[in-house]
């Protein structure tokens, strides 16, 4: 057989159901080898898109996204989103093609080192040399992606390599390995939280990346202990939970820190260094850790660690459930949690023309009704949506973190929307970064998708400006003119509503939610907020 065929029958084997991507001439044989597969080509406008999609797939999933790309250029567009889906920790196979191997020791048309390119954001880098290692190639990279911490894997496939008679057979998927905590160590981890009278859980991406949500939630319950998460670990508790105490990520001291800054021990369950560091929430370095995670802890000064617990996370946490004794809710938290919610929603029905975001956000929050997938893109936005928006299932608001790329959003949808044919599917972003990969309109329609976009619009790069402001109390060159988004929608045959005043906002929010075609909606937003949120904060002193 031919070797792009054995390579789609591997691709087969590993599950995969979509590959996004581009057609070029130096992946021709994969793209035409796809003819009769079960996997879907899902065709996007620009590389960057695919691999965005390739990433919330991932991220939704728990299984490898995968997209294509050709050489030079192709290959080169497609880092962005690679980028993202390796510091946010999805899984995801990269497939490029390249150049025939006879001319890749000399100067040629299109040709650079893809494999050097991609060095640095993926966990696993392979060109295919000769066509019999593909099924072991393929095995591989896919077992790479998912192994703990997940991430993006490339694979090359030069022009000539891909139409080479071979013979092979897919290699057997086993299940992935799973590692235990040392019995030890939960034990000292218990003797230390049993000893606490002011313990408090940081939750991060790995807490759903594990499936520990129920484990933590039944740990949290049974032993009283309130529970902050990162932006990746929006929903492990509902918004109306009495141990939640919401999202910790701003850089500025929030009044959520206040219950980190009043705690004898900091429990860490799937937390990350790349989703907000230590210095922000542990900033004198006195909270002992207790660290529960997939990998060994990453050393930093702020991160004093009194004990590890590496392994599987579910399995740590349930072990720790049987060991820990039952807490009294130490004094303090109920005072923060009604802190939060009165400081979180005091703003929510302010009425005017143009838009506070706070307003935007809790209108969202209300005709969602706690069941759509929400994607937000990276901007002024993401900050309000990390704040105030609370998700009231995990996994349900896929923000870009580690890497924070603006752009991901309408790709984004459009992956959740072919994960969650069901479920309302809401793109969130700033006129900045929906102009980035707002062409990818033509793919959700093309695909049929009824997907909700809401824009929030400055005309600006507002989230630049708000730093430019703190820092200068000046901003430069962050102001542009955008296009008549709702003929813009129009045009690849979408809904545009246009919102100027608050009153219209949840009638047009409801309206797109229950539409079954594609809905973008131009809301004006009033950004004088973001300089007056620093102000407070900076302000902000802990009172419990």
Same mark, same amino acid.
């Given at each position: 057989?031919?070797?792009?065929?054995?390579?789609?029958?591997?691709?087969?084997?590993?599950?995969?159901?979509?590959?996004?991507?581009?057609?070029?001439?130096?992946?021709?044989?994969?793209?035409?080898?796809?003819?009769?597969?079960?996997?879907?080509?899902?065709?996007?406008?620009?590389?960057?898109?695919? !691999?965005?999609?390739?990433?919330?797939?991932?991220?939704?999933?728990?299984?490898?996204?995968?997209?294509?790309?050709?050489?030079?250029?192709?290959?080169?567009?497609?880092?962005?989103?690679?980028?993202?889906?390796?510091?946010?920790?999805?899984?995801?196979?990269?497939?490029?093609?390249?150049?025939?191997?006879?001319?890749?020791?000399?100067?040629?048309?299109?040709?650079?080192?893809?494999?050097?390119?991609?060095?640095?954001?993926?966990?696993?880098?392979?060109?295919?040399?000769?066509?019999?290692?593909?099924?072991?190639?393929?095995?591989?990279?896919?077992?790479?992606?998912?192994?703990?911490?997940?991430?993006?894997?490339?694979?090359?496939?030069?022009?000539?390599?891909?139409?080479?008679?071979?013979?092979?057979?897919? +290699?057997?998927?086993?299940?992935?390995?799973?590692?235990?905590?040392?019995?030890?160590?939960?034990?000292?981890?218990?003797?230390?939280?049993?000893?606490?009278?002011?313990?408090?859980?940081?939750?991060?991406?790995?807490?759903?990346?594990?499936?520990?949500?129920?484990?933590?939630?039944?740990?949290?319950?049974?032993?009283?202990?309130?529970?902050?998460?990162?932006?990746?670990?929006? =929903?492990?508790?509902?918004?109306?939970?009495?141990?939640?105490?919401?999202?910790?990520?701003?850089?500025?001291?929030?009044?959520?820190?206040?219950?980190?800054?009043?705690?004898?021990?900091?429990?860490?369950?799937?937390?990350?260094?790349?989703?907000?560091?230590?210095?922000?929430?542990?900033?004198?370095?006195?909270?002992?850790?207790?660290?529960?995670?997939?990998?060994?802890?990453?050393?930093?000064?702020?991160?004093? +660690?009194?004990?590890?617990?590496?392994?599987?996370?579910?399995?740590?946490?349930?072990?720790?459930?049987? +060991?820990?004794?039952?807490?009294? +809710?130490?004094?303090?938290?109920?005072?923060?949690?009604?802190?939060?919610?009165?400081?979180?929603?005091?703003?929510?029905?302010?009425?005017?023309?143009?838009?506070?975001?706070?307003?935007?956000?809790?209108?969202?929050?209300?005709?969602?009704?706690?069941?759509?997938?929400?994607?937000?893109?990276?901007?002024?936005?993401?900050?309000?949506? !990390?704040?105030?928006?609370?998700?009231?299932?995990?996994?349900?608001?896929?923000?870009?973190?580690?890497?924070?790329?603006?752009?991901?959003?309408?790709?984004? !949808?459009?992956?959740?929307?072919?994960?969650?044919?069901?479920?309302?599917?809401?793109?969130?972003?700033?006129?900045? =970064?929906?102009?980035?990969?707002?062409?990818?309109?033509?793919?959700?329609?093309?695909?049929?998708?009824?997907?909700?976009?809401?824009?929030?619009?400055?005309?600006?790069? =507002?989230?630049?400006?708000?730093?430019?402001?703190?820092?200068?109390?000046?901003?430069?060159?962050?102001?542009?003119?955008?296009?008549?988004?709702?003929?813009? !929608?129009?045009?690849?045959?979408?809904?545009?509503?246009?919102?100027?005043?608050?009153?219209?906002?949840?009638?047009?929010?409801?309206?797109?939610?229950?539409?079954?075609?594609?809905?973008?909606?131009?809301?004006?937003?009033?950004?004088?907020?973001?300089?007056?949120?620093?102000?407070?904060?900076?302000?902000?002193?802990?009172?419990?």
């Amino acid at each position: 057989m031919k070797a792009s065929d054995l390579f789609v029958r591997c691709l087969e084997n590993e599950g995969v159901e979509y590959i996004f991507g581009i057609p070029g001439e130096e992946n021709t044989d994969l793209v035409d080898s796809l003819i009769g597969s079960k996997i879907k080509f899902i065709l996007v406008h620009h590389e960057q898109a695919a !691999a965005f999609m390739a990433d919330v797939y991932g991220r939704l999933t728990g299984r490898p996204g995968v997209c294509l790309a050709t050489l030079g250029p192709g290959a080169t567009n497609l880092l962005t989103g690679i980028g993202d889906a390796y510091l946010d920790r999805s899984p995801v196979v990269a497939i490029t093609g390249q150049a025939g191997l006879e001319r890749i020791h000399k100067e040629s048309h299109q040709y650079v080192d893809i494999i050097g390119v991609f060095e640095e954001i993926t966990k696993w880098n392979q060109q295919i040399r000769v066509p019999h290692t593909i099924p072991e190639i393929i095995r591989k990279a896919f077992k790479t992606a998912l192994l703990e911490k997940p991430g993006a894997v490339h694979i090359e496939l030069p022009e000539d390599i891909a139409m080479m008679d071979t013979d092979g057979e897919p +290699l057997p998927v086993t299940p992935m390995p799973v590692s235990c905590s040392s019995v030890d160590e939960i034990q000292k981890a218990a003797n230390a939280i049993n000893r606490a009278k002011k313990p408090i859980i940081l939750a991060g991406n790995g807490v759903i990346r594990d499936g520990a949500v129920t484990a933590l939630r039944q740990f949290a319950e049974a032993k009283n202990i309130p529970v902050v998460n990162t932006f990746m670990a929006k =929903g492990v508790l509902p918004s109306d939970h009495p141990l939640t105490l919401y999202t910790v990520g701003m850089q500025a001291k929030d009044y959520v820190l206040c219950g980190f800054d009043q705690a004898d021990v900091i429990i860490t369950v799937g937390y990350d260094f790349v989703e907000y560091l230590p210095k922000y929430w542990n900033d004198e370095a006195m909270n002992p850790i207790i660290h529960i995670d997939s990998l060994p802890a990453e050393v930093d000064a702020y991160y004093p +660690l009194a004990c590890e617990l590496v392994g599987n996370v579910k399995e740590a946490v349930e072990a720790l459930t049987s +060991l820990v004794k039952e807490k009294e +809710l130490w004094p303090g938290v109920k005072r923060l949690k009604a802190q939060l919610d009165e400081n979180l929603h005091m703003s929510d029905e302010v009425s005017g023309s143009p838009i506070i975001p706070q307003r935007i956000i809790g209108d969202l929050k209300k005709a969602e009704k706690g069941e759509a997938i929400i994607i937000s893109d990276v901007g002024a936005h993401k900050l309000w949506i !990390a704040r105030l928006y609370q998700p009231e299932k995990p996994n349900h608001t896929i923000i870009s973190n580690g890497w924070a790329s603006m752009g991901i959003a309408v790709p984004g !949808a459009i992956a959740a929307k072919l994960v969650y044919p069901d479920k309302p599917v809401i793109a969130v972003t700033g006129d900045g =970064g929906f102009l980035m990969n707002g062409t990818e309109l033509a793919t959700a329609e093309r695909l049929g998708l009824a997907i909700v976009i809401v824009i929030f619009n400055d005309s600006k790069f =507002g989230l630049i400006e708000w730093k430019q402001l703190n820092k200068f109390n000046r901003s430069n060159d962050i102001e542009f003119k955008d296009p008549d988004f709702l003929e813009f !929608a129009k045009s690849f045959g979408a809904k545009g509503i246009k919102v100027t005043h608050s009153d219209e906002l949840l009638p047009a929010l409801e309206e797109a939610i229950s539409s079954k075609e594609i809905v973008l909606i131009d809301v004006d937003v009033d950004y004088s907020e973001n300089v007056k949120l620093s102000k407070t904060l900076g302000d902000y002193i802990c009172k419990l």
